[in-house]
Every structure is written in structure tokens, then in C-alpha cells.
T-cell receptor, first 116, second 117 residues
Framework: AQKVTQAQTEISVVEKEDVTLDCVYETRDTTYYLFWYKQPPSGELVFLIRRNSFDEQNEISGRYSWNFQKSTSSFNFTITASQVVDSAVYFCALSAGSSNTGKLIFGQGTTLQVKP | GAGVSQSPSNKVTEKGKDVELRCDPISGHTALYWYRQSLGQGLEFLIYFQGNSAPDKSGLPSDRFSAERTGGSVSTLTIQRTQQEDSAVYLC???????????????FGNGTRLTVT
């Protein structure tokens, strides 16, 4: 079975705090892709990052960083020095198998509220 | 360039009526997907088109749901005899579908909010 679990339903932080969004996945496939998407109040899902199962190197992009650990089946997302504009729903997603990367299994999402 | 375009942005329909939702993917993207986002079920995959291949319909919840993609571009999702549980945001996405390309991740439209009364 394939599954993505985002245990944190809602997180509230004050601006400039660091915040980590957790994502745990399940799959029996050895080839898979992990994603994070952001959904601001406007509703459009915005792609943030894709990671394949063979690349465990952590990634940093500005204030965003991702920690991929196969040993714990986790792909956590950290926002450093959060800003009000980071307020959104964040989805972790999994695409398993080699057929394509677009048939995604999404977690339930984590609503992040950053207060000024 | 233009992103994925969906129309209408909002649709209110009476139970039992048929509805059609339209999606214009990003030019040059060969893969097109429909997803549904609802409060109870989260984000669910519905159907996938890739070039001239037979679509992957494995996510369609019932035979009342169908989709077409004409000319490898525009897609229409049709829901027949709508039910209240069909109320959701229907999201379309496209991608180059190239596993080696950083452009292959999905690019989503703003969705169509469907309300069945």
C-alpha cells in the first residue's frame, strides 16, 4: 500500500520562527518520487520540490530546506525565519513506480499560519 | 508563459444535472491530470492522459465520471447525474512527463469549485 501521512493538521507560529512540517510515506517500490506543494489562500497548488528515491541529499532553497531520510521514510520540510506570506496549506505527495511522476498520492496537508 | 487554465472557476448545479469542466494545459505539456480536492477526502487522483496512450482512469470514483482530451491539448471532465457528494474543487494539472526533466512535476490550475445543491 502507498500512503502519505502528515500528522500535523495545523501549525501556528509567530513570524521569524523556524517551523518544520513532517511527512512520512509508505511504499514498497524502490523507485519513487516525493514532492512538496504549497496551496496559498488563492487555491492554486504551487510546486516546491521533487526528490527521487535515489537521492537522499538534503536540499536548501533560500529559507526552505528539506530533509529526506529513507531509514525513517520521512521527507520533512523546514521553513527558516517564517514570514506571513508563508501562511498556506502544505502538501507532501508520493509518486511510486516507474510509469510516471504525475499520479500522486497526497497527504492530508498541514495548514501553516504565520502570525505577524 | 500561461499556466494551466480551468473554466469555469465556480459552478453551481442542481442534483441530477450533468456538468462539464474544462482544462487548458500548458502549451507543450504532453501529460494532463485531473484531481479532486474535497474536505473529507483530501486530494485524490482521478484520471491521467499521456499523448495518444489510453488514459489511466483508475481514480474515477464512478461511471458517472468521464473525461476526454481532444487533440492532445484541451480536456473536459464530465460528471453525469451529479450528486451532492460530487461537490469539491476539481483541479487540472499538466506536465512534460519527462522523468529526467525538472519540469516534469505537475503544474496545477486554480481549479473549478463545483457545488451540487
Amino acid at each position: 500500500a502507498q500512503k502519505v501521512t502528515q500528522a500535523q493538521t495545523e501549525i501556528s507560529v509567530v513570524e521569524k520562527e523556524d517551523v518544520t512540517l513532517d511527512c512520512v510515506y509508505e511504499t514498497r517500490d524502490t523507485t519513487y518520487y516525493l514532492f512538496w506543494y504549497k496551496q496559498p489562500p488563492s487555491g492554486e497548488l504551487v510546486f516546491l520540490i521533487r526528490r527521487n528515491s535515489f537521492d537522499e541529499q538534503n536540499e536548501i532553497s533560500g529559507r526552505y530546506s528539506w530533509n529526506f531520510q529513507k531509514s525513517t521514510s520521512s521527507f520533512n520540510f523546514t521553513i527558516t525565519a517564517s514570514q506571513v506570506v508563508d501562511s498556506a496549506v502544505y502538501f507532501c505527495a508520493l509518486s511510486a513506480g516507474s510509469s510516471n511522476t504525475g499520479k500522486l498520492i497526497f497527504g492530508q496537508g498541514t495548514t501553516l499560519q504565520v502570525k505577524p | 508563459g500561461a499556466g494551466v487554465s480551468q473554466s469555469p472557476s465556480n459552478k453551481v448545479t442542481e442534483k441530477g444535472k450533468d456538468v462539464e469542466l474544462r482544462c487548458d494545459p500548458i502549451s507543450g505539456h504532453t501529460a494532463l491530470y485531473w484531481y479532486r480536492q474535497s474536505l473529507g477526502q483530501g486530494l485524490e487522483f482521478l484520471i491521467y492522459f499521456q499523448g495518444n496512450s489510453a488514459p489511466d482512469k483508475s481514480g474515477l470514483p464512478s461511471d458517472r465520471f468521464s473525461a476526454e482530451r481532444t487533440g492532445g491539448s484541451v480536456s473536459t471532465l464530465t460528471i453525469q447525474r451529479t450528486q451532492q457528494e460530487d461537490s469539491a474543487v476539481y483541479l487540472c494539472a499538466s506536465s512534460l512527463d519527462d522523468l529526467d526533466s525538472y519540469n516534469s512535476p505537475l503544474h496545477f490550475g486554480n481549479g473549478t469549485r463545483l457545488t451540487v445543491t
